[in-house]
């Protein structure tokens, strides 16, 4: 079996995980890597559809509900995409993977974190990234920006409590395991951003 790089890129919703992920995936070609991107919920038609059932629930869907239907998605995605272009050699850039479960369904709904994790890795059949990539930034000076920039959505009806708690989780998670998870501050410009992302790649051995 050939041996792929599996890379998933998490953050709060607006820290700018979309715009960095086709730059790295663009630095990554020219580096002369096959590389796959695909995101979380998401990445294959089933997915897909389960990403717009999920992200279209109402807010008070219960977790339980909500963290079975990401999981079915991760499940299918892991088996139809994520694996098989592993198999194959290839880099898989995935924008957001089990890190955002444990923050999103364990941090901050509730549900206990060794459940979320036997969960996790009964949908991934235990696959976990080699290397995440955190893009970090407080989310009032994001809001300032989005508001700046006139963009409305998820992040507004969230509220500035639940994507701090958000960000709260993902900080535990990096400094637990500082060897995997690498925090890049998001709220730099679109170019220092991939520059640190870059550096962190090369320092990879990419
Ligand atoms: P995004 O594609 O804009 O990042 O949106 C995906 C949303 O889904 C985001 O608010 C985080 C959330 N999410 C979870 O709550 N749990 C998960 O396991 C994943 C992958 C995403």
Known sequence: MKKGRFITMEGVDGSGKTTQLQLTARYLL?????VVTTREPGGTKLAERIRNIVL???????PRTEILLYLAARAEHVEKVIRPALEAGKVVLCDRFADSTLVYQGFVRGIEMDKVKA???LATDALQPELTILL???????LQRR?????????EQEGLDF???????FLLLANADPVRVKKVNALQNTEAVQADIQKILKDEGF
Do not use: H, S
């Not at 020219?30 to 096959?34: I, K, P, R, V």
């Not at 970090?136 to 994001?142: G, Q, R």
């Not at 508001?147 to 992040?155: P, S, T, W």
């Open 30 to 34: 020219d580096c002369g890597y096959e």
């Open 147 to 155: 508001a700046d920039r006139g963009v409305k959505d998820r992040f």
């Open 163 to 169: 994507q701090k708690k958000v960000r709260e989780g």
């Open 119 to 121: 969960l996790c890795e």
């Open 136 to 142: 970090d930034a407080a989310p009032e000076a994001l």
């Open 56 to 62: 279209d629930a109402d807010a008070a869907v219960n």
